[in-house]
């Protein structure tokens, strides 16, 4: 038992998982020699060598395209896109490209890679450089994503996700990469496709992903506290696919549904449960499914005004203590 | 190169083998403007690490030090109406334009009286009073949106020229190349400025890039080029007026290689491994833009010790009351997370 960091987390689960098979090659901008903008890569180029882990000018199309070139082949590159916001930037592969190659070619080719990228907000970056866009990624068919908020689930679910045939978003939060957690020693294998409860309770459910897991907790513990309202915490993990059993049992169990969200409101990955849990358990249902999300805005640069945007513990405790005792709002 | 006939600029001679331009000389007014605003930017770049650093700046902050000559120069080349846009190492860009030091610094902490209310952040200013067209964090996007700056003076036909600055990183995105064609294609003026500071964050540009002179990236579009010294500001203005001349006769874009060198790291949180302090060192002794400007000014007896320090004084005091004014000024208003996202 070790206690990472979830940066050295990532270098973990990739090292892990280049030792294990030759296949698995690295590329991205920055990230052999420097260890990655965000240190989340260091030491994998002196362990692994220049063949597979490899610094690539800033050409992200390029980046993925070749990523996925390599893997038609049988390769299993892991591609780093610094900020999720350039995942704009080399959208065709994403969107077009990559889900698609299994179903047009009959099932001959397939495209089992991982672009692992620096989501989200909470670090001043202004508008280019924030976005959480895990609901742009979960909206294509074909697509497989997740993103860990612990140190212990990036390894497991790195694992997962370079093993897995399908190519699959893996999205760190950039917000997190200084977070410590225990991860235990040996190999790591987790599942994608499956949420945790982190906080068992009976009268309400929550769903947070990514940074909003922490806060989601952190609310929990206040409700208890000072409302004696007692959460159920599940952490979502991976969007695609959705572990729709363990969610819809605990709203079926507690009768409340809240949903955490970093991305802007407007498609975000709650309305997408809401609608799922409004068709399954609408008449297990005690009040209405409510979604705390980052409104429909770009995000700003200046710290209180973010602070602002992004759903935080005390702004999730209040408002699901009033949404429970009855108001509406 | 760009003053040549236009066959010759069809097929620009690779860098190595043209006969450099003699640098023209300038005059003591023009000396004296060089050396104050590459100063100003300097002096500026300076307080907003201090204030990065006393945790007033957030977010990124990536300083322009060593760099001034280029955007001085340039500025120098061009005339009302031209239209400048770049990345997000703007501050030099900004002000070099004329927009207020105040406006900038308190863009940088985030306040109210930034030039957007804080909203944008280091990487993300405008001003249209000045034809600045920002201010953008996503590498190589600002070179497609400066062709379309082009497009629009053709459209018009005014006789203002596009000014897009981009990196020697940024020159690797693809959405450069299909530029580079439709703006030659379409005659469009506007003058590509590679910003070559020898790295794009931790990676040299030997280590990214397949051909390092820049000023043959327009090769197989049949735009001209040319390699500057971006560290003397004679030479970069110099290689302006050709260029702006160029685009004003309706020859099309130009690229210009300007060869500089960025002092300190990539942003505030960059330890700059991948270099030694002697290389930052040596360029710093032999190659600063304000040291040669103020050697010439000594050497030639325009001015006095006495004269520079006033000078520096001045600047200082733009720059003091900038981050006075960025650190007293009040944060945005809550409301203002929802205005200026539709209209
Ligand atoms: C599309 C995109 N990819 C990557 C980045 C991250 N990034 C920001 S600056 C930079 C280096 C750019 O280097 P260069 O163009 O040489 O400009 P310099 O920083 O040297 O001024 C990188 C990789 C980004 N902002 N946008
Ligand atoms: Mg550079």
């Excluded at chain 2, 990345?87 to 900038?104: F, I, P, T």
Aim: hydrophobic share 40%; aromatic share 8%; charged share 25%.
């Amino acid at each position: 038992m070790a206690e990472l960091t979830y940066r050295d987390a990532v270098a973990r689960g990739i090292a892990q998982e280049m030792e294990r098979d030759e296949r698995v090659v690295f590329l991205g901008e920055d990230v052999a020699k420097a260890g990655g903008v965000f240190k989340a890569t260091v030491g994998l180029y002196e362990r692994f060598g220049p063949l597979r882990v490899r610094d690539t000018p800033i050409s992200e199309q390029a980046i993925l395209g070749a990523a996925m070139g390599a893997a038609m082949t049988g390769l299993r590159p892991i591609a780093e896109i610094m900020f999720a916001d350039f995942a704009a930037v080399c959208f065709d592969y994403i969107a077009n490209e990559f889900p698609k190659l299994r179903y047009m070619t009959n099932g001959q080719l397939g495209c089992p890679l991982v672009v692992r990228t620096g989501n989200g907000g909470g670090a001043r970056f202004g508008a280019q450089h924030s976005q959480s866009i895990e609901n742009w990624t979960m909206m294509i068919p074909g697509l497989k994503v997740v993103a860990p908020s612990s140190p212990l689930d990036v390894v497991g679910l790195m694992a997962a996700a370079v093993r897995d045939d399908n190519p699959v978003i893996f999205h760190e939060h950039k917000s997190l990469y200084a977070m410590k957690g225990e991860v235990p020693d040996g190999e790591i294998v987790d599942s994608l496709g499956t949420a945790k409860i982190l906080r068992p309770g009976k009268d309400a459910t929550i769903l947070a992903l990514a940074m909003m897991v922490p806060r989601a907790l952190e609310a929990a513990e206040a409700l208890a506290a000072q409302h004696g309202i007692d959460c159920e915490v599940i952490d979502v993990r991976s969007l695609v696919p959705l572990d729709t059993q363990t969610i819809l049992t605990s709203v079926v169990k507690t009768g409340r549904l809240f949903t955490v969200e970093e991305n802007p409101r407007l498609c975000g990955w709650g309305a997408e449960i809401a609608s799922i849990a409004a068709d399954e358990v609408f008449w297990d249902l005690d009040g209405p499914i409510v979604r705390i999300t980052t409104p429909h805005i770009p995000l700003p640069a200046a710290d209180h005004l973010e602070d602002l945007a992004i759903p935080n513990a005390a702004r999730i405790a209040e408002r699901v203590s009033r949404v429970m005792n009855g108001s509406q709002r | 190169m760009a003053t040549n006939k236009k066959s010759a600029a069809r097929a620009p001679a690779p860098a190595s083998e043209q006969t450099p331009a003699a640098v023209p000389a300038f005059t003591r007014e023009e000396e004296l403007a060089a050396y104050r605003q590459m100063l100003l930017i300097r002096r500026f770049e300076e307080k907003a690490g201090q204030l990065y650093g006393m945790g007033l700046i957030g977010g990124f902050c990536h300083l322009y030090i060593g760099q001034e000559a280029v955007v001085v120069g340039m500025q120098m080349a061009l005339k009302d109406g031209d239209q400048i846009i770049t990345g997000y190492r703007d501050h030099g860009h900004m002000l070099a334009s004329g927009m207020d030091a105040s406006g900038v610094m308190a863009e940088l902490t985030g306040r109210r009286g930034g030039y957007s209310k804080g909203k944008g952040g280091s990487m993300h200013m405008f001003s249209m009073a000045k034809n600045f067209f920002g201010g953008h964090g996503i590498v190589g996007a600002q070179v497609a949106l400066g062709t379309g700056l082009g497009f629009a003076n053709q459209y018009r036909g005014n006789d203002a020229v596009a000014v897009a600055y981009f990196g020697d990183g940024a020159a690797n995105q693809g959405q450069v190349y299909e530029s580079f064609n439709m703006a030659e294609l379409w005659k469009l003026p506007v003058i590509y400025v590679i910003e070559n500071n020898r790295y794009a964050m931790g990676t040299a540009v030997t280590r990214a890039s397949a051909q390092a002179d820049f000023s043959r990236r327009g090769v197989s579009f049949n735009i001209p080029g040319e390699q500057v010294d971006g560290m003397d500001v004679r030479a970069v203005r110099a290689a302006g007026d050709r260029a702006t001349k160029w685009c004003r006769e309706g020859n099309g874009p130009i690229i210009l290689e300007m060869q500089t060198y960025r002092y300190r790291g990539h942003s505030m949180s960059d330890p700059a491994k991948y270099r030694s302090r002697e290389e930052v060192e040596k360029v710093r002794h032999e190659q600063d833009p304000i040291e040669q400007v103020r050697a010439r000014l000594l050497e030639k007896k325009w001015v006095g010790e006495d004269d520079l320090k006033k000078i520096d004084a001045e600047v200082r005091d733009i720059v003091n009351r900038s981050a006075d004014f960025a650190s007293s000024d009040p944060e945005p208003d809550p409301a203002e997370l929802y205005t200026d996202v539709y209209r």
